[in-house]
C-alpha cells in the first residue's frame, strides 16, 4: 500500500497550521458584526485534488445546498460538474481511484458513523461498493500496481472486528483475504496483502504480528508498552521492503523510523526534542518519506529530499501563510496546494513544479475576503505543577492596538476545549475563535495534559486525571488570563464538544464559581455509562480507555469514575448551561446528555437542552450547525455581554427540537415560532 495514497483521506485543514499577519484593526465596536454563515455555512469550495493521471481535478461544493463531489477537466476548471446528488447528508470525505477512473467516498446516514464506501465514475455513474447495513467501513489500501482494487475493512460479520477485504471497482465483486478475530488495526503493502496485525492488551500494551498468506503469526514481531502505545506503523515502501513507523520507544517525542522487513535493522528518518515528528510527504510512485512537519507552537517543514525542500521553499515564499499538500499526480509534476493565512480565508492553488507556477483555483470562503478577522496567538502557559501548556489565544478586533497579544484592557473570554482528548489545537484558522472574538470576546483554547504532539509523558500524564489535573489545566490557563489582564474574571465562559463538552461540565460542576455560563456539545456526563456504551468496534482499544478513566470491573476504578462524574455533583451548578446533542451519536450516545438534562430538570436548576434528531457526534449539516450556534452566540451574549447576530431565519431548514428549557435561552422560543 502507498503511503501517498493514505496521506490523500487526511484533510488539509487538520494536517497544516498557519503563520499570519494582521491587518489594520477596527474596534470590537466599529467591526462589522460578520454573519454566522460566513463561519459556519456550506463552503464555496473545499476539499480539493487533483486525480493521478493529473487529467482532473476534483473538490467539494454545495449542490442543491449540500455538500456534492465536482470535477472538473484539468485544462479548464471552468467547466466543472457534480458527481454526485446527495439530498441531505453531506459528502465530506473522498479520494481518486488509482487509475483515475472514478471518485470513492464514504458516508454515514445521520451521523451513525456507519460509513459506507462508493463509487461514482466520470460520467456520474455511481455505485454502492459495501452495500451492508450497521456496517462501518474504512479504507486499508489502494494501490499503483492493483489499480482496479481497494481494500477495506469491513466489520458485518463480526462488528468488533474488521475483516480484509478486496473490492474490484468495475464489477463491485468482494474477496475475503484476512478473517479477523481480535485484531485492531491492519497494514496493507502496494500489493494490498495484509503485512501487520496489531493486538492491544489488557494491560494496554500492544504485540504486532507478521501476516502471511492471510494469517498472523503465532508470536508478536514487536511488542508496544502501553506507555508507548503511540507506536504504530504507517506503511510501507512500494516495494515492500521497508515500513515506516511513528515510534516514541527509547524516546519521549515521536520520530519517524524506517525498518528492514528483512532485516528488521531500523533507521531514524524523522525527529526532533521539541514536539512530535509527523509525516508530511510520502513519494506518490516509491511511496518513500520526503517532509515531515514538526508542530509546536506552528508548523515547522522538515525536508528529507532535497528536491522537495526547494518546492517547501518555492511555496512558502509565494503563498502569505503556511502551506499543506492536499495531493499530488502520479508523474508528480503537479500539486494541489492549500495556504491558511490565519486572518484571511484560505484558498486552494495548483502548483506545476518544473514551470514553478502558482494558478489559484479557488477561495474556500470568499465572503470572509476583506473582512477584519483576528490574529491568533501562541503562547506558553505553566500549569500548577510546571507543564508548560501550549495554548492559542485570539482577541476581539481593536481590543489590542499594539498587537502585543495583550488588549488594552481586560474582556470577557471564551475558554475553548478541543475534544479528544488524545488530539490537540494547532496555530490557524478557527471558526469559533473567529467568530466569537467577532462577537466581543477573547478566546482561549489550551492544549492540556492528553494533548497529543508533545511526547508520551505529555499524553500518558492525563491517565486516571479526568476531572482532576487535567481540568488543574484549564483553570491555570483561566488564572492566568485573568492574572494577565486579558480576561475579565467575571466574565469567562468554557465551551467544547465531545471531550471539551465533558470539560464544560467538569467546569459547571467541579468549579461552578470559575464560569460565568457554559455550552457542552455531546459531552458525556457519567463516565461509567459512557464506557458501557462505547460502539462494538472499540472493543481493541478498551484497555487504553480503562487506563484513562477507570476500570469499572475494580471497585478502585468504579469509584474513580463516579468521582469525576459530573452527573454526581449536579447540585453544584450555578450558572446558566446549555446543551447540544446529536440524537445518533454512537461515541457519547443521547443518553449521556438526556441523563444530566433529567437529574437537572427534577432539581429545579435551568439548563437548555438543544437536540437533532438526524446528527451524531457533532453536527454536520450547516443548518443545523447554524441553528445551534445562532442558539450559542445569543445564550452567550446575555451571560458575557457581548455582541450577538439577531436568529432570524437560523433555525430554517434544521432539524432543531428543544426538549427542555426553551425559556432559559435568549430569543430561542420566538425563533422556534417563526419557522
Known amino acids: ?395 476581539p478586533a481593536g481590543s489590542d492596538p499594539d498587537g502585543d497579544g495583550k488588549p488594552d484592557k481586560a474582556v470577557p473570554m471564551v475558554l475553548f476545549v478541543h475534544g479528544g482528548p488524545w488530539a490537540r489545537d494547532s496555530y490557524g484558522y478557527n471558526s469559533w475563535h473567529q467568530w466569537l472574538s467577532n462577537r466581543g470576546y477573547a478566546v482561549l483554547s489550551v492544549n492540556y495534559r492528553g494533548s497529543t504532539g508533545f511526547g508520551k509523558a505529555f499524553t500518558r500524564s492525563s491517565d486516571g486525571e479526568w476531572a482532576g489535573r487535567m481540568h488543574d489545566d484549564l483553570i491555570d490557563a483561566v488564572d492566568w488570563a485573568v492574572k494577565g489582564g486579558v480576561a475579565r474574571k467575571d466574565r469567562v465562559a468554557i465551551a467544547g464538544g465531545s471531550y471539551g463538552g465533558y470539560a464544560t461540565l467538569v467546569g459547571m460542576t467541579f468549579t461552578p464559581e470559575t464560569f460565568a455560563c457554559g455550552v457542552d456539545i455531546v459531552g458525556p456526563s457519567n463516565l461509567k455509562t459512557l464506557y458501557d456504551t462505547f460502539p462494538p468496534y472499540w472493543t481493541s482499544g478498551l484497555s487504553i480507555w480503562r487506563k484513562a478513566i477507570g476500570d469499572p470491573n475494580t471497585p478502585e476504578g468504579l469509584k474513580l469514575m463516579q468521582d469525576r462524574s459530573p452527573i454526581y455533583r449536579v447540585d453544584a451548578i450555578k450558572r446558566p448551561l446549555l446543551i447540544g446533542q446529536g440524537a445518533n451519536d454512537p461515541r457519547v450516545k443521547k443518553s449521556e446528555s438526556d441523563q444530566i438534562v433529567e437529574v437537572m430538570k427534577a432539581k429545579n436548576i435551568p439548563v437548555t437542552y438543544v437536540l437533532f434528531p438526524d446528527e451524531g457526534h457533532g453536527f454536520a449539516r450547516p443548518a443545523n450547525n447554524l441553528a445551534f450556534n445562532a442558539t450559542t452566540e445569543n445564550f452567550l451574549a446575555k451571560c458575557l455581554g457581548g455582541r450577538a447576530e439577531p436568529y432570524g431565519t437560523a433555525l430554517s431548514g434544521s432539524s432543531i427540537q428543544v426538549p427542555h428549557g426553551v425559556e432559559y435561552a435568549p430569543g430561542l422560543k420566538e425563533a422556534l415560532g417563526t419557522r
Do not use: C
Open 1 to 395: 500500500m502507498r503511503l501517498a495514497a493514505t496521506s490523500l483521506t487526511i484533510a488539509f485543514a487538520a494536517a497544516l497550521a498557519a503563520g499570519a499577519w494582521a491587518p489594520a484593526a477596527a474596534s470590537a465596536e466599529e467591526a462589522p458584526l460578520i454573519p454566522r454563515a460566513s463561519f459556519f455555512g456550506n463552503p464555496t469550495k473545499t476539499a480539493g485534488r487533483i486525480s493521478p493521471d493529473g487529467k482532473w481535478l476534483s473538490w467539494i461544493a454545495p449542490r442543491d445546498g449540500v455538500l456534492n463531489i465536482w470535477i472538473a477537466p484539468a485544462a479548464d476548471p471552468a467547466a466543472a460538474k457534480p458527481l454526485t446528488d446527495e439530498k441531505t447528508r453531506p459528502i465530506r470525505q473522498y479520494f481518486w481511484a488509482q487509475d483515475s477512473s472514478a471518485i470513492l467516498f464514504v458516508n454515514d446516514k445521520g451521523g451513525d458513523e456507519n460509513f459506507l464506501l462508493y463509487a461514482v465514475d466520470t460520467n456520474g455513474v455511481r455505485k454502492a461498493l459495501t452495500p451492508f447495513e450497521n456496517t462501518r467501513v474504512f479504507i486499508l489500501g489502494v494501490s499503483q500496481d492493483r489499480p482496479d482494487t481497494v481494500l477495506v475493512g469491513v466489520n458485518n460479520r463480526d462488528p468488533k472486528w474488521h475483516d480484509a477485504w478486496e473490492v474490484n471497482l468495475k464489477t463491485g465483486a468482494m474477496k475475503e483475504v484476512f478473517r479477523n478475530d481480535g485484531f485492531g488495526d491492519l497494514t496493507a503493502d502496494e500489493q494490498l496483502s495484509v503485512r501487520l496485525a496489531a493486538k492491544v492488551n489488557d494491560d494496554g500494551s500492544v504485540d504486532y504480528y507478521r501476516v502471511e498468506n492471510g494469517r498472523a503469526g503465532a508470536r508478536p514481531v514487536a511488542q508496544v508498552s502501553f506507555q508507548d502505545s503511540d507506536t504504530a506503523p504507517l506503511g510501507f515502501t512500494r516495494d515492500g521492503k521497508t515500513v515506516y513507523w511513528t515510534d516514541t520507544r527509547g524516546r519521549d517525542k515521536k520520530a519517524i523510523v524506517a525498518q528492514d522487513w528483512a532485516t528488521g535493522t531500523t533507521t531514524v528518518v524523522g525527529e526532533s526534542d521539541r514536539a512530535d515528528a509527523a509525516p508530511a510527504l510520502f513519494n506518490p510512485t516509491s511511496g518513500k518519506l520526503e517532509a515531515y512537519i514538526v508542530n509546536y507552537l506552528k508548523n515547522d517543514w522538515v525536508a528529507v529530499d532535497p528536491a522537495v525542500q526547494a518546492d517547501i521553499d518555492f511555496l512558502k515564499k509565494e503563498l502569505k501563510g503556511e502551506i499543506g499538500i492536499a495531493s499530488r499526480t502520479d508523474a508528480d509534476d503537479r500539486w494541489v496546494v492549500g495556504v491558511d493565512p490565519v486572518t484571511a480565508p484560505a484558498s486552494t492553488w495548483l502548483y506545476d513544479r518544473k514551470a514553478r507556477k502558482l494558478t489559484k483555483l479557488y477561495t474556500s470562503r470568499p465572503e470572509l475576503e476583506g473582512q477584519t478577522l483576528a490574529a491568533m496567538h501562541p503562547v506558553e502557559i505553566r500549569s500548577r505543577d510546571g507543564k508548560t501548556l501550549v495554548s492559542y489565544l485570539t482577541l
